[in-house]
């Protein structure tokens, strides 16, 4: 039975999935060897169909270091803000500067440094170096 489009392009789908060999075989009607045949072709095109599948769920479960900041920027800044209120006295106040220094930690690794790139300078012509073979002018 030849391949059709339809077959090829399930068997991609379910390749991203994760789903075996065996399973696509008796799902799409088609042998393994077609089945190893075809990842070979379309090595590629699964591993970024895979890649956007695991962007998306990112983004869905928010573990991006983006998100990761912004919670902690949050959990910082409540931090702080309760250490305004109380009094150096309190028991519980340990465990906020604990938290702060903590937090601010988190928010140093995770920190953006900031590069600013240039072009190498070029000089428009080179200068000869000035002699130095001493000579009498006198003579």
């Not at 339809?6 to 042998?31: D, H, N, P, T």
């Given at each position: ?8 392009q ?13 399973k ?111 000579q009498?002018?006198?003579?």
């Amino acid at each position: 039975m030849a391949a059709t489009f339809e077959q090829m392009q399930q068997f991609i789908e379910l390749r991203v999935e994760g789903v075996s060999y065996e399973k696509i075989a008796k799902q799409i009607k088609a042998s393994k060897t077609t089945l190893i045949n075809w990842a070979k072709d379309c090595e590629q095109e699964i591993q970024n169909r895979r890649a956007i599948t695991y962007e998306a769920l990112n983004e869905q479960y928010k573990v991006g270091q983006q998100h990761r900041l912004q919670m902690w920027s949050e959990q910082l800044e409540a931090v702080r803000a309760e250490l305004k209120k109380r009094g150096l006295g309190d028991v519980p106040t340990v465990k906020l500067v604990e938290m702060l220094d903590t937090l601010s930690e988190k928010l140093k690794a995770e920190a953006y440094r900031v590069e600013f790139k240039s072009k190498p300078h070029k000089v428009p012509y080179e200068v000869e170096p000035l002699s130095t073979i001493e000579q009498d002018v006198w003579g």
